[in-house]
Every structure is written in structure tokens, then in C-alpha cells.
Nanobody, 117 residues
Framework: QVQLVETGGGLVQPGGSLRLSCTAS????????MGWYRQAPGTQRELVAS????????NYADSVKGRFAISRDNAKNTVYLQMNSLTPEDTAVYYC??????????WGQGTQVTVSS
């Protein structure tokens, strides 16, 4: 079974940046579209960024467009999320998984991102 491990979260001031990483075990990583999701307390998990299997096509939620960038390294079974110009509204637990969400497998533990002064 594929395992997904997210890292890179933390506490950052508004306007700051973070880079999240997600490493997947298993050999199917390179043939699947991947996404970064987030879930804030009391809200549903939402897809904020996705990338196709080859890394040539990306898509973003309107709330993060122009600030976040998703990328992947299939040789390392890793997908990244570069987050810039962070705001308190970006505070959430961030997860990676297959995209779209209907294709998602078991969820990892996620990584907490807190934007606060």
C-alpha cells in the first residue's frame, strides 16, 4: 500500500514562505496526478493545487493562484508545494494525495501550517 509522508510545515509570519514536500512509497507515483489539499478546523478538505503525472500541467484554487506553486520530481517520488505571500487564511493541515479527490487513497498525517504574527 502506498504511503504518503508530508513534511515542511511550521509557523510563519504573514507574508512569509514555506516549501512543503510529500514523498510517496511505491512504484505508481509517476503515473498518477498528484494534489495538495488542506483542511482548516471546522472546514472540509479542499484541493488547492494539482499536477499531472508528467509535471507539465498544473491547476490551482483561486484562493492560492499566483502565490503557490506545485511541482514534482518523479525520480524521487516527491511532490512539492512552494507557498509564498502566506496569510492567516492559509493556516491549515496540508496533505498530499492523488488528484482529483475522488481518486484519493489513504491519507497521511499531513503537515501543519500556521500563519500568524
Amino acid at each position: 500500500q502506498v504511503q504518503l509522508v508530508e513534511t515542511g510545515g511550521g509557523l510563519v509570519q504573514p507574508g512569509g514562505s514555506l516549501r512543503l514536500s510529500c514523498t510517496a512509497s511505491g512504484s505508481i507515483f509517476s503515473i498518477r496526478a498528484m494534489g495538495w489539499y488542506r483542511q482548516a478546523p471546522g472546514t472540509q478538505r479542499e484541493l488547492v493545487a494539482s499536477i499531472n503525472s508528467g509535471g507539465s500541467y498544473t491547476n490551482y484554487a483561486d484562493s492560492v493562484k499566483g502565490r503557490f506553486a506545485i511541482s514534482r520530481d518523479n525520480a524521487k517520488n516527491t511532490v512539492y508545494l512552494q507557498m509564498n505571500s502566506l496569510t492567516p487564511e492559509d493556516t491549515a493541515v496540508y496533505y498530499c494525495n492523488w488528484a482529483p479527490q475522488v481518486m484519493a487513497g489513504p491519507w497521511g498525517q499531513g503537515t501543519q501550517v500556521t500563519v500568524s504574527s
